[in-house]
């Protein structure tokens, strides 16, 4: 297992073992790795010759009053975490190291990202899609693997390696789920006892959803209605928002198509927690 602070140090290594013909599969993370995390640690190892981790609390992707300076951390265990499950490097460097004294350039995809998280996180993705070209230009990987969670993310992303001509191939993978179907999340543990019970109305209403649309039901704004009352049923919950949108435009349909992606976000106190379903009609 290799660890890399320095970016000069990382390239050198890695272009190494590009140069041996190896190829770098790429599992881009703010750590505090739970499942989910290790799920895409497991994939790439099983289909790439070596797998880089990186480990970084991005502090251009969080607003004013989000929880960057609370976010979960523990190297040590995230670092043994990525080493059982398969990953061969950890890139773990500083904030910075990644954004130096008089850094100036961001990347940013227009339009699918107004909506949605963005739409409550206004600044997030250019933070996202910023930090992921840097880590990507460091690893040049083949492929890099996302979780299906940040459904919205997966989308961005794609349409950026498109846009900018990057040369790798975007893996997304599905939701990993607690017990009672509460997707996994570093922010879980943000929850107290009661609103992690209440939590599971994110994955029930999602489920609701899909029931009724295999019933028949194919009206967007009824199926939104819908989700949003057995939300609200939830004494804990307060909705940021519940929306049913095509899976490349991330516009609001009005009704279910084959390419539908139902994606919520609820708030639990100071936590919130994101989830969603794709559609196959
Ligand atoms: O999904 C995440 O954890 C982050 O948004 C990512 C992709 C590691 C960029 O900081």
Redesign the pocket.
């Known amino acids: 297992m290799q660890i890399f602070k320095q970016i000069a140090e990382i390239k050198n290594y890695l272009r190494t073992e590009q140069r041996n013909g190896k190829s770098i599969g790429f599992v881009?993370?703010?750590g505090y790795l739970h499942e989910g995390h290790l799920s895409l640690i497991r994939r790439s190892a099983s289909e790439n010759d070596i797998t880089v981790v990186?480990i970084?609390v991005?502090p251009t992707?969080f607003g004013p009053g989000e929880d960057f300076e609370k976010y979960p951390r523990d190297l040590n265990r995230d670092i043994q975490l990525a080493q059982e499950a398969g990953a061969h490097v950890i890139f773990t460097p500083d904030t910075v190291t990644i954004y130096p004294e008089g850094y100036k350039t961001y990347v940013e995809v227009q339009k699918i990202t107004d909506t949605l998280c963005g739409a409550s996180r206004p600044g997030h993705f250019r933070?996202?899609t910023t930090?992921?070209t840097k880590l990507f230009n460091i690893i040049h990987p083949d492929r890099a693997y996302?979780?299906q969670k940040?459904a919205q993310?997966g989308i961005v992303i794609r349409q950026m390696v498109r846009d900018l001509d990057m040369d790798l191939e975007i893996i997304v993978c599905p939701i990993v789920r607690e017990a009672d179907g509460l997707a996994m999340s570093s922010r879980n543990i943000y929850l107290n006892p009661e609103e992690r019970k209440q939590a599971v109305v994110l994955f029930q209403s999602l489920t609701m959803a899909k029931d009724l649309i295999v019933q028949g039901e194919k009206n967007a704004y009824k199926i939104k209605a819908a989700i949003e009352k057995k939300i609200s049923e939830k004494s804990l919950a307060k909705i940021d928002y519940v929306s049913i949108v095509d899976m490349e435009t991330l516009r609001d349909i009005r009704q279910i198509t084959n390419k539908t992606l139902i994606a919520l976000a609820v708030r639990f106190g100071e936590t919130r927690l994101i989830d969603n379903i794709i559609v196959e009609v």
């Open positions: 881009p993370t703010m990186s970084f991005n992707q933070g996202v930090v992921v996302f979780g940040d993310q």
